[in-house]
């Protein structure tokens, strides 16, 4: 809603209108009709006469609903309030209310499930995937309101800031009742290119007189791959925003942290710092033996060394582990040796909180060596 200031006499005056008023901002509720007013004294407003003065009420102090004092004179409806009736100098004046909106819902639409590409994240209004080496192709979110009934009209879906309604293909909103329904969105529909950063939303509002709607919040970072001279495909899950990391391949240019080596911008990957797990891969550009590894670390005040991850080859269908490493202590460098394998790709996978324990939330790397 659009605010509107207006200087009334001695007091400061400010309203948000729900339905067209000559000089007025405004947004229709289902035949609903309230002001939003923020005061600095009493109140003399002029309404529309269509309503029925002893159907005006507003929210006093004790947060409770009143009837207002209305008069009409000569076809003019004034409603007066007094400053001390109001809380905080804040009330919600209501001209007319229809019968399946309930005022005393002051919450929006809770979440039921929050589900993308069908894993279930349980009531929660955000799901943060981490970096992802595809998109996720399907989500959707099962609300619900105790009070009053969904209303949407207010359903919104934004993808990385372009916005979408109801009628956009890719968007359907499935009824359970008038209270409860399941929004979902076909993101391989929407999503285009990925970003570095990504965010989709979805909001739906009930017809209450809540401070808000529901907003729901989708967020996963991509990481483009970076090809080596020699034709190897660099992959990492995710890298950090913060300034001076955006050339991550550096793990791969022979030169590594120690001591002196000073900052660690431009010299390692860093990750994006979350709870997710992190990974770096490498995709030869045709199948090779390989039968080891070494892990350069970067170099912040110690070694940030991860304390578990486990190294993987790719066998054309799925990875297969061919070492786990737990309980690692801080070290400049980490070398794996397995059995010989031929394979296309080798990827460490670090799960979840498993970095250095001084920022477990990240991987930090200076190099990474296949051998």
Not at 82 to 110: C, F, M, W, Y
Not at 118 to 125: A, I, K, S, T
Request: charged share 25%; with cysteine; aromatic share 8%.
């Amino acid at each position: 809603m659009r605010t509107t200031i207006a200087r009334c006499l001695p007091l400061l005056l400010t309203f948000t209108a729900v339905v067209a008023v000559t000089g007025l901002s405004a947004q229709e509720h289902s035949a609903l009709v309230a002001y939003r007013l923020q005061t600095t004294g009493d109140v003399r407003l002029t309404v529309p006469t269509s309503a029925n003065p002893s159907a005006v009420i507003f929210r006093d102090a004790r947060d409770k609903w009143q009837p207002a004092d209305v008069q009409v004179t000569d076809g003019v409806m004034q409603v007066k309030l007094q400053a001390d009736q109001l809380k905080s100098g804040r009330t919600i004046l209501v001209l007319q209310v229809p019968s399946h909106v309930n005022l005393d819902d002051k919450e929006p639409p809770e979440v039921i499930a929050f589900t993308v590409d069908g894993r279930n994240y349980g009531p929660v209004r955000r799901v943060a995937l981490g970096g992802v080496e595809f998109a996720p192709r399907h989500m959707s979110v099962e609300v619900a309101d105790k009070l009053n009934s969904l209303r949407t009209r207010t359903l919104r879906v934004t993808v990385n800031s372009r916005p979408y309604r109801l009628r956009d293909a890719g968007i359907s909103f499935e009824r359970y009742g008038p209270r409860h329904g399941l929004i979902s969105v076909e993101l391989d529909k929407l999503m285009g290119d990925m970003r570095a950063e990504n965010n989709i939303s979805v909001i739906i509002d009930d017809y209450g007189l809540t401070d808000g709607p529901l907003q729901c919040t989708l967020s996963f970072a991509h990481a483009p791959e970076h090809r080596l001279d020699d034709g190897t495909v660099l992959s990492v899950d995710s890298v950090t925003s913060a300034s001076g990391w955006d050339e991550w391949w550096v793990i791969a240019d022979g030169e590594k942290m120690d001591q002196t080596s000073g900052s660690t911008a431009g010299k390692t990957w860093l990750s994006q710092e979350n709870g997710e797990p992190h990974w770096v891969r490498m995709t030869f550009p045709e199948p090779r033996e390989v039968s080891g590894i070494r892990l350069w670390w970067a170099f912040y005040e110690t070694y940030r060394t991860s304390v578990a991850y486990e190294i993987q080859s790719w066998d054309g269908e799925k990875w297969v582990s061919l070492d786990k490493i737990t309980g690692q202590t801080d070290r400049q460098c980490s070398e794996h040796t397995f059995e010989p394998v031929t394979t296309t790709a080798i990827r460490v996978w670090q799960p979840s909180l498993s970095g250095h324990p001084g920022r477990a939330e990240y991987m930090w790397l200076s190099e990474f060596e296949v051998f």
